[in-house]
Every structure is written in structure tokens, then in C-alpha cells.
């Protein structure tokens, strides 16, 4: 009898052996076969030159909710390697506006393209970055509805601006650890928007989704977008 307890125990920890052999290698075999990534890894140089990004992006316009449904044309896209976010903006705008930089909030008196960042559809913590042609960063954390605490800043951003002749481009990299960190994983949801002031107090507000308000407002849920699985891109 205690024989066969042995042999039993035995032939547990053999199955419970097996079992974490094969899921080792199963988990192996899952990362073997990920997607290749056709994007090396060193490609991207943060230089506010494009010619390093594939040339189809995920974007090619944003569009405003609120000046019958006008596409601007920018272009966005994003990929993540070697332990960061990297993404780029290329925006078509003849009408630049840049008041001299006295503070942060400086850069929400002209053009500007936003990132907001957050974990869950909810908006109970989220994160903004708003970024002038000549590459000056507005950051914060906000909380729904419109709580914005101004002094957080994102620690790992990196910004290259380049004003061009018919617009401006802003390449930029932030690290996974970061948006770690701040509770986001490989699922997040994101937020695109860009500012084009002209004609000295005329603002045209454009998103990449449509938010569900009659008025230009980027801060609440329906203003982002799912993103699934962030490092496979
Ligand atoms: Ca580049
Ligand atoms: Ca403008």
C-alpha cells in the first residue's frame, strides 16, 4: 500500500514535470512565432525625419468633429522596439502659430498635436501630452471629468521637432517601463488630437475618433481609441 502511494506521488510529480516542460515550451514556441517584426529594432532615429518609418502609417488624417467632419491629412504612427514607445506625427498646417514660451500652459495658446494615455475607458487616471511645432511639451495627469494635475510630467519622453515647409513634424519616444509604471500594459487606450489655431483666435479642434459631444472636448471615453496589443506593433 505504501508502495503504491510512493509510486502514485511519483507519477504526480513526473505528469506536474511534464506539464511544466511543455508549457515552458509551448510558451517558447509562442514567442518563436510571434509576428515577425519586419521593423528593425535600431531603425528609428528620433531626428524629426520620417524617412525611417514605413511609409504607409497607421493615420493618414485626423478628422474635426465639430467643422464638418474636415480631414486634415496628418499622418501618425507608432511602433515599439527596443523597450520604448516611439511614434511621429506629420501635420499640414499653414497657419503656425507658437506664442513665446513663458510656461507649459504657453503651448495650449497654439498649435499642437496631444497624446492621452490611459488604462481603462473610465478616465479615472490618464495621461496628456501635448507637443508644440517647435517640439515644447505640455504634460499631465488628468482624472474624469476635467481634474488635471499639472505637475506630473512624463520622465522618459524624448521629443525631436522639425518646422517644415508647409507644417511641422514631431517624432517622439517614451518607455514601456514608464507606462508601466503609470498601469498600462500591453493593452491602453489612446487618445490623438491636434489643436490648428489661425487667423489670431480661431481653433480647429481634430481627433483621431470621433468623441460622442456637440462641443470640441478630447477628455472624456468616446475621444479613445483601444489599443490591443501595443507590443506587437
Ligand atoms: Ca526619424
Ligand atoms: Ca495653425
Known amino acids: 500500500m505504501a508502495l503504491h502511494l510512493v509510486n502514485i506521488k511519483k507519477n504526480s510529480f513526473i505528469v506536474l514535470l511534464l506539464i511544466a516542460v511543455l508549457s515552458f515550451l509551448l510558451k517558447g514556441r509562442q514567442l518563436f512565432f510571434k509576428a515577425p517584426d519586419t521593423f528593425p529594432q535600431n531603425h528609428i532615429k528620433l531626428n524629426a525625419y520620417i524617412e ?6 497607421l493615420i493618414s488624417s485626423l478628422t474635426a468633429p465639430w467643422k464638418n467632419h474636415l480631414q486634415d491629412g496628418t499622418k501618425f504612427d507608432y511602433k515599439v522596439a527596443n523597450d520604448f514607445l516611439y511614434f511621429y506625427f506629420e501635420v499640414i498646417d499653414t497657419t503656425l502659430i507658437t506664442p513665446p514660451l513663458k510656461d507649459e500652459i504657453s503651448i495650449a495658446q497654439g498649435d499642437r ?3 492621452f494615455f490611459s488604462a481603462n475607458k473610465d478616465l479615472e487616471n490618464y495621461y496628456c501630452i501635448e507637443i508644440s511645432p517647435k517640439g515644447y511639451v505640455l504634460d499631465y495627469q488628468a482624472s474624469y471629468y476635467r481634474k488635471f494635475e499639472r505637475t506630473w510630467n512624463c520622465k522618459s519622453l524624448n521629443i525631436a ?11 517622439g ?10 498601469g498600462m500594459g500591453s493593452s491602453l487606450y489612446l487618445g490623438l488630437f491636434r489643436a490648428d489655431f489661425y487667423e489670431s483666435n480661431k481653433t480647429d479642434w481634430y481627433s483621431w475618433v470621433i468623441p460622442n459631444s456637440k462641443k470640441p472636448d478630447f477628455h472624456i471615453p468616446s475621444a479613445f481609441q483601444a489599443i490591443e496589443d501595443l507590443k506587437t506593433k
Open 113 to 115: 498635436v496631444e497624446l
Open 173 to 182: 519616444q517614451l518607455s514601456l517601463r514608464e507606462l508601466n509604471t503609470l
Open 52 to 57: 525611417d518609418w514605413p511609409s504607409s502609417p
Open 161 to 171: 521637432s522639425r518646422i517644415t515647409q508647409n507644417g511641422f513634424i514631431i517624432e
